[in-house]
């Protein structure tokens, strides 16, 4: 089963607005985190959440898990054109080991 | 910051070749992960890897696929006779806990090998 499906797949903003991507998942977990990847580089966390927090922030980011639901959703405020990059959420899934699964990411883009 | 580092950034091999893809992890990290991404798809998990054995590893790992820790800070990835469907980027991670301790435990992540099957 899929674990960890972004929306929108792709997302394109002005500089200054706020950006909000979600994430979907199917088993139980132990957290959830997002990451993000500059084209053609690695992966670089940015926050993550556990099975029993509802709301985290990080700078200008804003998460949010809902657990009854199997979601997350990512918020960026007053987005930069810096802020270009795919998002990612990925689950500790319960019971599944000592890994990460990822989603497919949503394509941000912000233009200046 | 420290960080990890992968070497080469770019390796271009023939089918049936074997490549080994290098990876330092951070150090006192002690968990280290291989993932791979076919271009414009998710990151998939390959292998997770503490104490010197492999502790999970996923149906893409298959007997052609083999790590290592040779020494105290490189951490390899081998694939024996690569096929054309082995062109990624590898990523190499680690974590100084496990993921699901009561420690926020992030993975750190290089910069990936782009590995080109020919």
């Known amino acids: 089963s899929q674990q960890g499906e972004e929306d929108p797949q792709a997302l394109s903003i002005q500089e200054g607005e706020n950006a909000t991507m979600n994430c979907s998942y199917k088993?139980?977990?132990?957290?959830l985190q997002w990451y993000r990847q500059n084209s053609g580089r690695g992966l670089v966390h940015l926050i993550l959440?556990?099975?029993n927090e509802r709301e985290k922030h990080s700078g200008r980011l804003r998460v949010t898990l809902d657990t009854s639901k199997k979601s997350s959703s990512l918020l960026i405020t007053a987005s930069r054109a810096a802020d270009t990059a795919s998002y990612f959420c990925?689950?500790?899934?319960w019971g599944a080991g000592n890994m990460l699964t990822f989603g497919g990411g949503t394509r941000l883009m912000v233009k200046p | 910051e420290p960080e990890v580092t992968q070497t080469p950034s770019h390796q271009v091999t023939q089918m049936g070749q074997e490549v080994i893809l290098r990876c330092v992890p951070i150090?006192?990290?002690?968990?280290f992960y291989w993932y791979r991404q076919i271009l414009g798809q998710k990151v998939e998990f390959l292998v997770s890897?503490?104490?010197?054995?492999?502790?999970?590893k996923s149906e893409i790992f298959d007997d052609q696929f083999s790590v290592e820790r040779p020494d105290g800070s490189n951490f390899t990835l081998k694939i024996r006779s690569t096929k054309l469907e082995d062109s990624a980027m590898y990523f190499c991670?680690?974590?100084?806990?496990?993921?699901?301790?009561?420690?926020?435990?992030?993975?750190?992540f290089g910069n990936g090998t782009r590995l080109t099957v020919t």
């Open positions: 150090s006192n990290h002690l968990y």
């Open positions: 890897f503490y104490n010197n054995e492999i502790s999970e």
């Open positions: 990925a689950t500790d899934a």
């Open positions: 991670a680690s974590s100084e806990v496990r993921l699901s301790s009561s420690y926020n435990s992030p993975l750190h």
């Open positions: 088993t139980s977990i132990n957290n």
């Open positions: 959440i556990r099975s």
